[in-house]
């Protein structure tokens, strides 16, 4: 029997292709033993508020030419994991790939200041969400985004597949309107950083700059204080594996501050900083600075060069 614009759309059984991110909460094991439920509770439900996916926003519609007009993120959850799909076979090209890194970005902002770590697993394959968003979720994607963030991950990031990127460079149906531009250029430049390790990861502290926060540059700065406060806080309470995680965290703060301090004239001939901040540059980014024994290695090795 032929569908007909008032009949419920059938879930399809097959997968379709889609970006799928697997997040969970960084040390959540130290949480169940140092928290009460209602504390654990609390976390969860702002964590699975801040990573909600759009396309739960509105109700689906039931008109075949409608369905996958423009591309939607979903989400499901389970304990402290969220899978989030959005959608890419979609009839209009709105640019998902760098669409999806925005919301990820403003997602572990928003965890970040209520003292949540998150880390996470991101790739582009096939999954199964359903028309409407309703699930279940399952494919071959999801079990990819699942293994990144187990094994490559590893730290508070959420960490990028490289077959995702290549994917978005060489696939014009992730682009807005099938053209790459010089606003895509420095968006994926400015989200899109390599670690270390050499594993591609979403660079929040690069891609949140003033123009994210509604208070400018005094929102930003503030923001850069209460993420210097949860690392100086976790690193007194850690030790081992978990300790290393958030040196790497440190590294990654400290890396960032100093690139920004090279952004101002610590001189401040102006005043312009000093009226706006009622401090100076130099004191604001020395205190932003996270100092740890970590870093004292290289210092010993330089006294052992001038002795």
């Not at 140092?34 to 801040?50: F, K, M, P, W």
Request: aromatic share 10%; net charge negative; charged share 25%.
């Amino acid at each position: 029997m032929a569908t007909t614009p008032t009949d419920p759309i059938p879930a399809p059984s097959g997968y379709e292709k889609a970006i799928v991110t697997f997040i969970d909460i960084l040390g959540f094991r130290r949480l169940l033993a140092t928290r009460d439920a209602g504390q654990i509770l609390e976390i969860l439900s702002l964590l699975r508020n801040y990573t909600r996916g759009d396309g739960h926003e509105e109700p689906i519609s039931n008109r075949l030419d409608e369905l996958r007009l423009y591309s939607q993120s979903f989400s499901e959850s389970v304990s402290d994991a969220v899978v989030r799909v959005r959608t890419t076979e979609t009839q209009s090209q709105d640019g998902p790939f760098l669409y999806e890194l925005l919301n990820l970005m403003h997602a572990q902002i928003q965890c970040l200041n209520r003292g949540i770590l998150i880390r996470g697993g991101l790739t582009i394959g096939d999954v199964h969400v359903g028309i409407d968003g309703s699930g279940p979720v399952f494919g071959p994607a999801m079990v990819r985004a699942y293994e990144i963030e187990q094994n490559e991950a590893v730290y508070p990031r959420i960490t990028i597949d490289e077959a995702a990127v290549e994917a978005f460079l060489d696939d014009p149906f992730l682009w807005q309107e099938g053209q790459f531009d010089e606003n895509d250029l420095e968006m994926a430049r400015r989200y899109i950083a390599v670690g270390e390790d050499g594993c591609y990861f979403l660079d929040y502290l690069a891609a949140a700059d003033a123009g994210e926060f509604d208070e400018g540059e005094i929102g930003q700065f503030s923001f850069l204080m209460r993420h210097r406060d949860l690392i100086e806080t976790e690193l007194q309470s850690v030790s081992g594996k978990e300790r290393r995680k958030l040196i790497w965290l440190a590294n990654y703060h400290n890396r960032f501050v100093a690139d920004l301090r090279t952004r101002y004239d610590m001189t401040d001939a102006s005043g312009e900083f000093i009226a706006l901040l009622a401090v100076t540059p130099a004191e604001l980014f020395d205190s932003l600075h996270i100092s740890g024994s970590w870093l004292r290695f290289g210092d010993r090795l330089q006294d052992l060069v001038q002795r």
